[in-house]
Structures are given as C-alpha cells and as structure tokens.
C-alpha cells in the first residue's frame, strides 16, 4: 500500500512533500505573473536547482535527485536523521565545535567547485549519524565570485548568531578553521570582514 504524501515544509516558492520514502519538491504556481512565463521561470528554476544539486553531491553529501518527471518536480531520495538547527544545541561544546568544523571543510568543498549555496543555515543541513548533509539548493548558483562567496558565509554566521545564540562565536570560529582547506579562503573570509561591516552599516 502506498504511503500517503505529507508535507514536511512550505514557502513561498515550493512546497515539500514526503511519499514512499521520497522528497518531491513541487514550485508553486504565483497567479500573478501570465500562465506561460510562470511555467517558463519554475521550468528553468527546477532545472537549475537539480543541475546544481547533481554537482554538489558528486562533491559532498547532498541529496542526489532523479531525472525530472514533471518541469516543475524535483524528486530526491529522502534523508534520514535530523535537522542541524534542532539538535546541535544538545550536544556538549566540545561535539559542537567538530560538527561546525566539518560543516566549514563541507563548505570549502563546495566554494572550490565555485557552488554558492545561497540559504546556508543549519535548517539547511541534516546530521546522520557523524555525516553532515546539505540539502534545499533553491537559491544556490555557479559563482568564482569572491564576494559571493564571502555572502554566502555571512549568511550561515547570521543564521548562528540567531539561532544558536549561546555558542555562536565559537562556533563560527570551528566553521572558518574547517574552511580554511579552500585554498582561496584568505581572501574570501577577508571579504567576509568587508561583508560584515556593510551589515553593521545597514543596522
């Protein structure tokens, strides 16, 4: 008997639903764009954001999705184990800091392959067992781009400081050691300081 589909998470460009052990990551029609460039934007948006996540899970652990069905479906196998932003707080400082220096060298990883991920949080990573999965690549994008990817670590520091207020610092300290195997990272977490005075200014 089939499983019945359940909807595990939604926002304002898709939804996503979980059957017979599937995630299946439907974009949402928007009304108020003409019928025809809807479907032409979701087509090439699902198009790329499988593209992307073909690349990033020859290179890290990622979610690797199956051929498209429909143009605007992305099916991929379902992960199992939790999301980052649930567990990492229960754990001692010590598993912390590994974990987040491991999310830093999964990071670097990607940048080397000029990969921005462009929503990295740690609702955006899965922890099964001592592997750290990356998945929901709908913003990410090819970029060599310094700055994007300085962006792109801003981004998660942010995301820490919001969610994992207690140990942020520390933690991002962990994630910029772990990225420092990107032989480009000297120049990218010195953008990051440039980013991050941009920010302050905005405030």
């Known amino acids: 008997m089939p499983e019945k589909t359940k909807i595990v998470a939604q926002g304002a460009e898709a939804i996503i639903e979980l059957k017979d052990n599937l995630i299946i990551k439907n974009r949402i029609p928007k009304s108020y764009r003409l019928k025809e460039l809807d479907e032409k934007i979701r087509k090439q948006r699902t198009k790329a954001e499988k593209k992307l996540l073909e690349k990033a899970c020859k290179i890290i652990n990622a979610p690797n999705p199956f051929p498209l069905e429909e143009f605007d479906k992305i099916k991929m196998p379902f992960i199992e184990g939790k999301k980052l932003s649930e567990i990492l707080d229960s754990f001692t400082l010590k598993k912390q800091k590994e974990i987040c220096k491991k999310v830093g060298e999964e990071i670097s990883k990607l ?38 990817k300085a962006v792109d670590l801003h981004l998660l520091k942010q995301a820490l400081e919001a969610k994992h207020f207690k140990n942020w610092e520390i933690l991002f300290n962990e994630i910029k050691e772990g990225y420092e195997n990107y032989k480009e990272s000297k120049k990218i977490l010195e953008r990051l300081k440039t980013v991050e005075k941009r920010g302050r200014y905005k405030d």
Do not use: Q, R
């Open 111 to 148: 940048h080397n392959a000029d990969i921005i991920h462009g929503d990295l949080t740690t609702s955006n990573m899965i922890l099964n067992d001592d592997k750290i999965f990356f998945i929901d690549f709908g913003l990410g994008y090819i970029s060599p781009k310094v700055e994007d």
